[in-house]
């Protein structure tokens, strides 16, 4: 199991600094979250890298959010 935990007051900074609905924001971080707590992890190399970014766009468009990148 795992636990997601996000701080708001982040969240919404994030999402101005980066032009970002805060929905969207929210969006990309439980599906980086939820992946990270399934085993992946971009931090090991590259390869790794590209696989998890490829699923979260992938995700975040099947739940109709733009791509965050």
């Known amino acids: 199991t795992a636990d997601l935990v996000l701080c708001a007051p982040v969240v919404e900074r994030e999402a101005r600094e980066q032009g970002k609905t805060l929905q969207a924001h929210y969006a990309h971080l439980l599906v980086h979250g939820t992946l990270h707590a399934q ?3 971009h931090e090991t190399n590259e390869g790794d890298a590209l696989e998890m970014e490829a699923l979260e766009i992938m995700l975040l468009d099947a739940l109709g959010f ?3 990148y």
Do not use: L, R, S
Request: proline letters at 33%.
């Open 39 to 41: 085993g992946y992890d």
């Open 66 to 68: 733009p791509n965050p």
